[in-house]
């Protein structure tokens, strides 16, 4: 039996799940709506506020489709529930980000300033502390489009491993790697 796909999701206070003939899985809390469309072979069951993902047989594809629904499920619970928060560190001298509506200005040391269109459902706070490296915070209720808006703001100024500049996730480690030493 999967790990995963086995655990049950408890639904929090306010949060309501709609299963209906398609498979198609609404989930309604108060922060948003969230809905995913989970394969035919696979059976969604709510029962006392406890949502549970079961598997027709022991295939391999029902195996791997088992977790991955229940992980997909129990992640639109939890953002329509909490919501989900990302923050991103801009570390190079010169490096600045700041938000007009919906765009996402960014200095990264090129030539001129990126602007990247934030989708509507992710907000967006650029703070910059005297001292310290400017935060970029995403907040959303999607967890998938949160980190693929992420990746894609990172991917503008990969980290690089020599003196560690770059766009990287607050608390990440880079690795460092010693250079050129003088030659006698």
Avoid: C, W
Wanted: without cysteine.
């Amino acid at each position: 039996m999967s790990r995963i796909g086995k655990l049950p999701i408890t639904l929090p206070q306010g949060v309501e799940v709609l299963v209906n003939q398609d498979n198609l899985v609404t989930v309604k809390g108060p922060k948003g709506t969230l809905s995913s469309q989970v394969d035919t072979d696979i059976t969604v069951a709510i029962e006392d506020g406890v949502l549970t993902v079961t598997r027709p047989t022991e295939q391999k594809r029902h195996k791997a489709l088992h977790g991955l629904y229940r992980s997909i499920i129990n992640n639109m619970v939890v953002g329509v529930s909490t919501g989900y928060k990302l923050s991103l560190e801009l570390v190079g001298v010169g490096f600045k980000a700041t938000t007009v509506g919906q765009n996402l200005e960014l200095a990264l040391g090129y030539s001129h300033n990126i602007y990247v269109g934030l989708p509507p459902e992710i907000s967006a706070v650029a703070v910059t502390e005297k001292g310290k490296a400017p935060v970029i915070t995403l907040e959303g209720i999607d967890k998938q489009l949160i980190g693929q808006v992420a990746a894609k703001i990172r991917s503008l100024r990969k980290v690089e491993p020599y003196k560690g500049k770059g766009i990287r996730f607050v608390g990440e480690v880079v690795r460092r790697k010693a250079g050129k030493t003088a030659s006698k």
